[in-house]
């Protein structure tokens, strides 16, 4: 495996856009080996290059590139949009231990309009919800020392997040730490143009934030660790589904 990806062909970017206007099984049928070529195989070296990375920093986090990279195939079972393909390719190394929405993730994405870089919670539930609620409640201070660490978020960028219109239930509006405790997802995320996938070395930036965010993923999910194991007393997370890709 070399030690640098080289970058995705312009031809890549050029197959994502049409599959955007063209998004039928009578159009990627007969280009399905473009796809492969193009895509998926430069995106598993990218994957491994990933992978090999993380074991300097969040080896909790490493997993097989043909397990990291998400399927081109749409789960349309529950959507009104039947679009069989997504119109991006896709990697996400979640931590060990937590299931891939609830726990806190490395991923990224090439679409034909930008790369995209992010790391956080994204899909948790009421139970997960509930343990980092608790945890900010416990230690405002400390939490948002973390989560908010200028150093880290110079590279990563702000804390992200859908957030409740009103506080919590059980929590004041008052609540010295109340825009924390609102946000019902914990993330941070960049968006990077096409040419960031077309250059040599996008591997180096993906590390690159991967790494600054590192301590607040793995302080989120220690805290959700915790809960899992019922440690000191605490009720125990119910297990969840993992999220079909």
């Known amino acids: 495996m070399a030690s640098n990806f080289p970058g995705f062909s312009p031809k890549a970017i050029t197959f994502l856009r049409q599959l955007a206007n063209n998004n039928k099984r009578e159009w990627f049928q007969p280009r399905k080996e473009q796809f492969e070529e193009l895509l998926r195989q430069p995106m598993l070296q990218l994957a491994g290059l ?4 993380l074991r300097t920093f969040a080896v909790e986090h490493v997993m097989d590139p043909a397990k990291a990279v998400h399927r081109i195939y749409r789960d349309v079972r529950f959507s009104k949009d039947k679009s069989p393909y997504k119109t991006n390719i896709s990697a996400m190394f979640p931590r060990k231990g937590l299931s891939k929405m609830c726990g806190a993730g490395y991923y990224f994405s090439i ?8 790391g956080g919670i994204y ?6 919800l509930a343990v980092i609620r608790a945890a900010i409640a416990g230690d405002p201070a400390g939490f948002r ?4 660490n200028a150093k880290m978020t110079k590279i990563t960028g702000e804390i992200r997040g859908e957030q409740l219109a009103r506080p919590p239930k059980g929590f004041e509006a008052d609540h010295p730490a109340i825009d924390l405790l609102r946000r019902k997802q914990l993330y941070y995320f960049t968006s990077l143009p096409t040419s960031a996938a077309t250059s040599p070395g996008l591997d180096k930036v993906l590390v690159k934030q991967f790494k600054a965010m590192a301590p607040a993923m793995d302080y989120l999910n220690g805290i959700l660790l915790k809960a899992a194991r019922g440690d000191e007393g605490e009720e125990e997370l119910p297990v969840r ?3 079909m890709f």
């Open 241 to 243: 589904p993992k999220p």
């Open 50 to 53: 990933v992978a090999d990375q």
């Open 111 to 118: 679409s034909g309009k930008d790369v995209e870089l992010a």
């Open 123 to 128: 899909g948790p539930g009421p139970a997960e």
């Open 145 to 148: 020392k973390v989560i908010t």
